[in-house]
């Protein structure tokens, strides 16, 4: 092992999530499997906490917990839903966020990149960070998902609007403190499931209307 290889796991850890427990105990060795891919790895390591880093605990106002990442080179960048704004045409589930967005708010962004939500308090989090080119869910077995449980034990220790989609995020309700929460849960916006729930729940103006109840800003999903 290289000298400098500690090093390296911690300076990509975001210092306001490091005391998780799981980046001492679970990410060492998730990040040794992952440096013996032969595949390419998605997204670079560099972004591979971008989630994190660009929304702090205590900034969390909305989680939104997607699968993994896009396996698509040029895709995913770090955050769940998300792509980079050249990235054309969307991604098919991204596209079905905005057709229910465009039918919930009257717009939806110009284009896939999602880090303007995250500057607002949304964190895009999804509960596998890494993925092999080409192989989605290829990484499902690393141990990633430790460090949602976590997450998500930390952030609903204080009332929180939670998004999840489809059956795998659902599962994972039970890491979620009892709370004066939004609940959304709804079917997947994935081409096989969006119109078995998804399309017609309204999930932006739901979130917007709780967050204005409690004296907060409203999101402004549609300039992310």
């Not at 900034?59 to 839903?81: K, M, S």
């Not at 895009?124 to 990484?139: F, R, Y």
């Not at 079917?187 to 967050?211: E, M, Y």
């Amino acid at each position: 092992m290289p000298a400098d290889l500690g090093a390296t796991k911690s300076s990509q850890v975001p210092p306001a999530w490091a005391h998780l427990p799981f980046f001492s105990e679970h990410y060492p060795d998730i990040s040794d499997q992952i440096a013996k891919e032969s595949r390419q790895v998605l997204p670079p390591e560099t972004q591979r906490f971008a989630a994190l880093a660009a929304c702090a605990p205590a900034d969390v106002r909305v989680v939104i917990l997607g699968q993994d990442p896009y396996p698509t080179p040029g895709h995913a960048h770090g955050l769940a839903f998300s792509v980079e704004p050249d990235v054309t045409p969307l991604p098919r589930s991204l596209g079905n966020i905005y057709k229910e967005m465009e039918e919930d708010l009257g717009a939806h962004p110009t284009t896939g990149d999602l880090r303007g939500w995250a500057k607002q308090g949304v964190l895009l989090l999804n509960t596998v960070l890494s993925v092999p080119a080409g192989e989605a869910n290829g990484h499902k077995d690393l141990g990633w998902q430790q460090l949602s449980h976590e997450i998500l034990s930390l952030v609903s220790q204080r009332p929180t609007a939670f998004v999840l989609w489809g059956k795998q995020a659902q599962s994972l309700a039970k890491y979620i403190h009892p709370g004066d929460h939004l609940m959304i849960e709804t079917a997947h916006p994935s081409p096989l499931s969006a119109r078995r729930g998804f399309f017609g729940s309204r999930p932006f103006s739901r979130i917007n209307d709780w967050l204005t109840a409690r004296g907060t800003p409203p999101i402004n999903w549609t300039q992310a």
